[in-house]
């Protein structure tokens, strides 16, 4: 299919939801759908998936590709995958499996492990668990201070606690379980942060490496959603060999986990040149000045190329 042909498909991007990052959702979707009509697609339509009548339009609206915008629960983990196959609706980003196991933190560790990989070191929870004061002891014994709990299964850093003190604790799982999912309590890796975009289907490459930087405790909302100029620094400041390096395992992520399209993972750097890897994101933030279209604008690929190329491998796949 050429470049006119493609452009003529009708195009349903998807966002809001009922996850906590549905606003975010809604400015990635919003400025989805105006990159895809600035790069030239005729009919682009946005849809929330919360609206009840969402399944009937969207099954009506016979489009030729969906656009998922979305991030967190019921978008980004293998649920809207899921609906998409069912009605054969080809569509950007990765498959069911890939977006549940990469969305559920614990499983996708396990991945990365078979993958050469090293991921921090942790343990999962049922929501509402509340540790005895042995078992705090053990925690701490085996885990160390700071450590971080967090949602398995959220985005953007909601719900996530940096826990300094033994008395921290308790309130960080309650924070981290509040929304029902189970919860990652993992070792603090100090070091340089960075982020690794990959595009690709079968043969994922490895964009520019970003190191994101910060004065606080940790990468949280407040700084996510700061201007990108304050806290990406495109290219990272790593030696060649650490930033070849950790450019090779976000693509060895990207394979292991079954990712297509594209992925973006979260690392740290220790001091001793070692990437651990954090998590990937199977639907990375998707605005503009998010971090993979930033570090795409690095490479040349402006916003309306990105989009379009993601609706060509959806096509691909």
């Known amino acids: 299919m050429d470049a006119e042909q493609l452009k003529t498909l009708k195009v349903a991007v998807l966002a809001g939801g009922w996850s906590d990052e549905r606003d975010i959702s809604m400015q ?18 946005l849809y929330d998936i919360a609206e009840k009548d969402f399944p009937q339009k969207l099954v009506a609206g016979g489009y030729d590709v969906a656009f998922p915008a979305l991030h967190g629960r019921y978008g980004e983990d293998g649920c809207i995958q899921g609906f998409l ?10 498959g069911v499996l890939a977006s549940a196991v990469g969305t559920e933190k614990e499983f996708a560790k396990a991945v990365y ?39 398995c299964g959220n985005g953007s850093s ?15 799982i309650e924070l981290a379980g509040s929304a029902g999912q189970r919860v990652l ?15 690709g289907n079968d043969e994922p490459e490895a964009l520019s490496v970003v190191e994101i930087a910060y004065d606080a405790e940790f990468y949280d909302l407040k700084v996510k959603y700061e201007p990108s100029a304050l806290h990406h620094i495109i290219p990272a400041r790593l ?8 450019q090779d395992m976000a693509c060895r992520a990207h394979k292991a986990l079954g990712c297509r399209g594209c992925s973006r993972s979260d690392f740290i750097v220790t001091a001793a040149g070692e990437p651990v890897i954090l998590e990937t ?8 000045s998010s971090l993979l279209p930033d570090s795409a604008r690095h490479a040349g690929i402006e916003f309306p190329q990105l989009c379009t190329r993601f609706v060509e491998l959806a096509l691909e796949a």
Do not use: W
Request: net charge negative.
């Open 239 to 246: 030696s060649p060999e650490v930033y070849a390096l950790a």
């Open 281 to 288: 994101n199977t639907i990375p933030g998707m605005t503009a």
């Open 85 to 94: 196959e069912i009605l054969h609706i080809p569509y950007a980003f990765s």
């Open 113 to 151: 492990r078979s993958a050469g990989i090293r991921a921090p070191r942790g343990f999962d929870m049922k929501p509402g668990t509340v540790l005895t004061e042995e078992q705090v002891d053990a925690v701490i014994q085996n885990l160390g201070l700071p450590l971080f709990v967090k949602p």
């Open 185 to 199: 309590v993992e070792e603090c890796i100090e070091g340089t942060e960075i982020t690794v975009p990959v595009i």
């Open 28 to 45: 990635s979707g919003t400025q989805c759908r105006q990159a895809l009509l600035d790069a030239g697609f005729v009919q682009v339509d």
């Open 158 to 172: 909601f719900g996530i606690s940096r826990v300094n003190s033994r008395e921290e604790l308790a309130g960080a």
